[in-house]
């Protein structure tokens, strides 16, 4: 009996797997989350809520089975959400016809009429981060601890305030201040849950960071924006300062062998030992 049950096991999984697909509850959580609330506020993308009451149903019909279309018409409603979105043009939904469109949007109407809809998104904590937060943020920044869905670590190609001497990578924005641009909690968080640039993109799409790690990393971002906005003499600093120092010994070198008869050999072996300290020394 057992093993019946578990050769069934994949059979229903697989039956579960497609209807699942044409379902639009579990449709919309996998496809349209990242940037739509029903009820939570924008994200990338507009709140829904009421959508089919402020909009004709044709209209949105066309507008989720081809939204670039749409906006590239010229439509004069389709442009201006576009501007709202800050340029960010909607992906055409994955395997979209009329009938799930519609399907959507009756889906969307029954769930702006709850009082609180289980698509009204992420809840931003108002009060202040706890030390763990920041800190649980720093180890994912550095990656100390792995990303639950495999994503790279943040420093391989960014850079904060903070981390000592000159690491992080180079490929991405120093994103010290990103919480100020990103516009605080809130815009950070969606921006991460669905990130709209095209390396980003392209990065965390198939490995989108998760809710219990998105919170932490604004935590981190929103303590290294207090760094005060002049580099302080952190390590940074000591690093150029070192880079200027050897910059001069180098010099001296020179001059030392421009000049080398000038000076006498004493002199010149502690030009010498000088330069060997700054480059072996710490
Ligand atoms: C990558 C982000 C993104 C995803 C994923 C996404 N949308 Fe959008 N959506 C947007 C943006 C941005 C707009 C505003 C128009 C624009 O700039 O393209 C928008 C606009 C809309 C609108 C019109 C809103 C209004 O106020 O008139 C509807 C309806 C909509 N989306 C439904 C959906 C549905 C349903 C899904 C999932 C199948 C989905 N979207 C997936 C970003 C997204
Ligand atoms: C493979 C390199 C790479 C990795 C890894 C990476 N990023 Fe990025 N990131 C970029 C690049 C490049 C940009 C600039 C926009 C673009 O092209 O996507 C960027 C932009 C950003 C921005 C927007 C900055 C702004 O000023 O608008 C944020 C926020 C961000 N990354 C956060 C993260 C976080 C958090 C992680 C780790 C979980 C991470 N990135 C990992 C390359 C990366």
Request: with cysteine; aromatic share 6%; charged share 20%.
């Amino acid at each position: 009996m057992r093993r019946t049950g578990w050769t069934a096991l994949p059979v229903a999984l697989l039956i579960a797997g497609a209807s699942f697909a044409q379902d639009p509850v579990a449709y919309f959580r996998q496809n349209c989350v990242s940037c739509h609330t029903i009820g939570g506020g924008r994200l990338t993308g507009p709140d829904l809520k009421n959508v089919t009451q402020r909009r004709e149903r044709a209209w949105l019909v066309r507008f989720i089975t081809n939204p670039k279309a749409v906006i590239n018409s010229g439509d004069p409603t389709a442009l201006k959400l576009k501007d709202e979105a800050r340029g960010v043009v909607m992906p055409i939904p994955p395997g979209i016809n009329r009938e799930l469109a519609n399907a959507l949007l009756d889906m969307i109407e029954k769930e702006s009429a709850l009082e609180e809809s289980q698509f009204k998104g992420m809840t931003i904590p108002t009060a202040p981060f706890t030390a763990q937060d920041i800190e649980r943020g720093r180890a994912l920044f550095l990656g100390r601890e792995p990303l639950a869905n495999g994503g790279p670590s943040c420093v391989g190609c960014h850079t904060t305030v903070g981390l000592g001497g000159l690491a992080g990578g180079k490929l991405g924005p120093d994103l010290t201040r990103v919480f100020e641009r990103l516009q605080g909690r809130q815009g950070l968080a969606a921006w991460m849950q669905a990130p709209a640039t095209p390396t980003m993109r392209s990065v965390f799409r198939n490995q989108p960071l998760q809710q219990d790690e998105i919170l932490p990393l604004v935590a981190y971002f929103e303590d290294r924006a207090k760094a005060p906005a002049v580099t302080p003499a952190g390590p940074a600093s000591f690093n150029f300062f070192l880079i200027g120092l050897l910059g001069s010994v180098v010099v001296l070198v020179l001059f030392d062998i421009i000049w080398k008869r000038r000076l006498r050999s004493v002199r010149r072996r502690q030009v010498m030992d000088a330069a060997k300290e700054v480059l072996h020394g710490d």
